[in-house]
């Protein structure tokens, strides 16, 4: 491994956690194979607020901290590195850590208690919006994103084949989704990936919250799959002012994207894209074709 690939803590190695042996038993060209493969692991984890019950999350076990943090920040709870004390994992009956129950001890408790909804479910891998009571509300909290300087439209096209060589849990197991954040110059920064889409957003936001590195609207943020509400709802709250998806986005997706003035891209390939949203931070000659 280079010195270069060292300084790079997306590729410096896998974690473990994440990936599971199980027996497999393949059928291919008419013929039967039992094998050992590999599959991503999933297993909740519950996630306390000083104590208390706020969720469980179905996710790919690994960088807990923050996960939590990207959750919490993304539903309102926290709004900063500095409203979070320390992480602290739960106990067994033995006294012994309990990787799967992690307790965010906040630093002003009367402060944030009231955003603080318990919650007795738990959220699947797939859920993204679990707290908010409407969409409303979301709408009306959305602050505009100011807008930065332009970048050109051909520099995005080679976005998706960096985030795939970077996937080391799903170029073993086909299973996991990634989130990607890249520099305006098109390099990556940071990949997490999960078998929930909204975990592999979380984590990435969580991580640059707890390095104090929110807002990201000098960032792009590119997602493996389609552009939903939920992400990009998280993305605005993190100040992301370029969101990219190998997917489409929903019709709401784009109605957020309008209204906190992101530059939304769906459909991303290695020769084309499609603008849905704020196509002011792409360079004029994009700008001047779409106008006509």
């Known amino acids: 491994m280079s010195a270069e690939r060292d300084q790079r803590p997306w590729l410096a190695g896998d974690d473990p956690a994440r ?54 920040f993304s539903e309102g709870i926290i709004g900063s590195a500095e409203d979070v004390s320390d992480f602290a ?72 084949a960096k985030l795939r060589g970077a996937q080391a849990a799903f170029s073993r197991t086909g299973g996991v989704h990634a989130a990607g954040l890249f520099d305006r110059q098109g390099q990556l920064m940071l990949i997490h990936e999960d078998v929930g889409r909204h975990n592999a957003v979380d984590k990435l936001i969580g991580g640059m919250l707890l390095g104090r590195q929110i807002p990201l609207g000098e960032h792009i943020l590119l997602v493996s799959g389609r552009a939903s509400f939920e992400l990009v709802q998280k993305a605005t709250m993190a100040g992301i002012s370029l969101f990219v998806a190998v997917g489409a986005p929903s019709s709401l997706a784009i109605e957020l994207a309008q209204a906190a003035q992101m530059t939304l891209i769906g459909l991303l390939r290695p020769n084309r894209f499609v603008v849905y949203a704020w196509p002011e931070r792409l360079e004029s000659a994009c700008r001047d074709e779409i106008g006509g």
Do not use: K
């Not at 891998?125 to 050109?152: F, K, Y």
């Open 89 to 160: 994992f739960g106990l067994d009956r033995d006294g012994f850590p309990q990787p799967n129950l992690l307790d965010v001890r906040l630093s002003d408790s009367a402060a944030i208690t009231d955003r603080v909804s318990p919650r007795s479910f738990p959220v699947s891998s797939s859920c993204g919006l679990c707290g908010a009571t409407s969409v409303e509300i979301v709408m009306r909290r959305v602050q505009p994103i100011p807008l930065s300087n332009t970048i050109a439209p051909a520099l995005l096209l080679g976005l998706e």
């Open 19 to 72: 990936i599971r042996a199980t027996v497999v038993h393949r059928y291919e060209d008419g013929h039967w194979q039992t094998v050992v493969d590999d599959v991503a692991a999933e297993e909740p984890l519950q996630i306390q607020v000083n104590g208390r019950d706020v969720a469980v999350i179905m996710r790919t076990p690994g960088q807990d901290r923050f996960l939590a943090a990207g959750f919490l």
